[in-house]
Nanobody, 123 residues
Protein backbone atom coordinates (compact mmCIF):
# COMPACT_ATOMS: atom_id res chain seq x y z
CA UNK A 1 0.00 0.00 0.00
CA UNK A 2 2.90 2.36 0.73
CA UNK A 3 6.26 1.70 -0.87
CA UNK A 4 9.38 3.68 0.02
CA UNK A 5 12.55 4.01 -2.02
CA UNK A 6 15.65 6.18 -2.21
CA UNK A 7 17.59 5.09 0.85
CA UNK A 8 21.28 4.28 0.76
CA UNK A 9 24.73 5.00 2.08
CA UNK A 10 25.92 8.61 2.04
CA UNK A 11 28.78 10.55 3.59
CA UNK A 12 28.16 13.20 6.25
CA UNK A 13 27.04 16.41 4.61
CA UNK A 14 25.53 14.56 1.69
CA UNK A 15 21.95 14.41 0.44
CA UNK A 16 19.31 11.78 -0.29
CA UNK A 17 15.76 11.99 -1.56
CA UNK A 18 13.25 9.46 -0.29
CA UNK A 19 10.08 8.66 -2.20
CA UNK A 20 6.85 7.01 -1.07
CA UNK A 21 4.25 5.79 -3.54
CA UNK A 22 0.75 5.38 -2.15
CA UNK A 23 -1.71 2.87 -3.55
CA UNK A 24 -4.85 4.38 -5.07
CA UNK A 25 -7.14 2.55 -2.64
CA UNK A 26 -5.47 4.15 0.39
CA UNK A 27 -7.57 7.08 1.51
CA UNK A 28 -5.17 9.45 3.22
CA UNK A 29 -5.26 13.16 3.89
CA UNK A 30 -2.29 13.26 6.23
CA UNK A 31 1.10 11.70 5.61
CA UNK A 32 4.44 11.63 7.29
CA UNK A 33 7.94 10.27 7.49
CA UNK A 34 9.21 8.43 10.55
CA UNK A 35 12.55 6.85 11.37
CA UNK A 36 13.80 4.22 13.73
CA UNK A 37 17.41 3.75 14.72
CA UNK A 38 18.67 0.52 16.33
CA UNK A 39 17.61 0.33 19.96
CA UNK A 40 15.47 3.45 19.72
CA UNK A 41 11.76 4.13 19.37
CA UNK A 42 10.22 5.15 16.10
CA UNK A 43 10.09 8.93 15.87
CA UNK A 44 8.39 11.45 13.63
CA UNK A 45 10.62 13.30 11.20
CA UNK A 46 8.18 15.34 9.10
CA UNK A 47 4.50 15.31 8.18
CA UNK A 48 2.00 17.25 6.16
CA UNK A 49 -1.68 17.58 5.38
CA UNK A 50 -2.15 16.25 1.85
CA UNK A 51 -5.91 16.80 1.54
CA UNK A 52 -7.75 19.57 -0.24
CA UNK A 53 -5.93 22.88 0.05
CA UNK A 54 -2.80 21.38 1.54
CA UNK A 55 -0.82 23.24 4.18
CA UNK A 56 0.20 22.40 7.74
CA UNK A 57 3.72 21.05 7.46
CA UNK A 58 5.52 19.79 10.55
CA UNK A 59 9.18 18.98 11.25
CA UNK A 60 11.03 17.55 14.18
CA UNK A 61 13.48 20.10 15.59
CA UNK A 62 16.40 17.82 14.75
CA UNK A 63 15.76 18.11 10.99
CA UNK A 64 14.42 21.64 10.60
CA UNK A 65 16.32 23.51 7.91
CA UNK A 66 17.84 20.31 6.54
CA UNK A 67 14.87 18.12 5.49
CA UNK A 68 11.94 19.06 3.28
CA UNK A 69 8.72 17.09 2.93
CA UNK A 70 6.67 17.53 -0.22
CA UNK A 71 3.90 15.94 -2.23
CA UNK A 72 4.21 14.99 -5.86
CA UNK A 73 2.02 16.50 -8.57
CA UNK A 74 0.14 13.23 -8.90
CA UNK A 75 -0.84 13.40 -5.19
CA UNK A 76 0.03 9.73 -4.73
CA UNK A 77 3.71 10.34 -4.08
CA UNK A 78 5.38 11.78 -1.00
CA UNK A 79 9.00 12.92 -0.88
CA UNK A 80 11.56 13.66 1.80
CA UNK A 81 14.55 15.67 0.62
CA UNK A 82 17.35 15.24 3.13
CA UNK A 83 20.34 17.59 2.98
CA UNK A 84 23.34 18.10 5.24
CA UNK A 85 22.97 14.58 6.53
CA UNK A 86 24.58 13.64 9.83
CA UNK A 87 25.58 10.25 11.25
CA UNK A 88 22.75 10.57 13.77
CA UNK A 89 20.28 10.56 10.87
CA UNK A 90 21.13 6.90 10.29
CA UNK A 91 17.94 4.85 10.63
CA UNK A 92 15.26 2.98 8.77
CA UNK A 93 12.87 5.55 7.33
CA UNK A 94 9.18 4.78 7.03
CA UNK A 95 6.36 6.45 5.18
CA UNK A 96 3.01 6.58 7.03
CA UNK A 97 -0.51 7.76 6.25
CA UNK A 98 -3.90 8.30 7.86
CA UNK A 99 -7.25 9.64 6.79
CA UNK A 100 -7.80 12.36 9.37
CA UNK A 101 -5.46 14.88 10.95
CA UNK A 102 -3.73 13.32 13.95
CA UNK A 103 -3.87 14.75 17.45
CA UNK A 104 -0.10 14.44 17.55
CA UNK A 105 1.62 14.23 14.18
CA UNK A 106 4.72 12.58 15.61
CA UNK A 107 2.90 9.72 17.37
CA UNK A 108 3.31 6.52 15.29
CA UNK A 109 0.18 4.97 16.84
CA UNK A 110 -1.95 7.60 15.10
CA UNK A 111 -1.20 6.26 11.63
CA UNK A 112 -3.10 3.48 9.88
CA UNK A 113 -0.88 2.73 6.90
CA UNK A 114 2.85 2.05 6.81
CA UNK A 115 5.50 1.24 4.26
CA UNK A 116 8.15 -1.42 4.66
CA UNK A 117 10.93 1.08 5.31
CA UNK A 118 14.13 2.08 3.56
CA UNK A 119 17.57 2.14 5.16
CA UNK A 120 19.50 5.40 5.35
CA UNK A 121 23.11 5.18 6.52
CA UNK A 122 25.27 8.25 6.99
CA UNK A 123 28.91 7.30 7.46
Amino acid sequence: QLVESGGGLVQPGGSLRLSCVISEHVRANFMGWFRQAPGKEREGVAAMYTGFGGGNIYYDDSVKGRFTISQGNSKNTLFLQMNSLKPEDTAIYYCAAKYRRPLSWGDPSEYNYWGQGTQVTVS
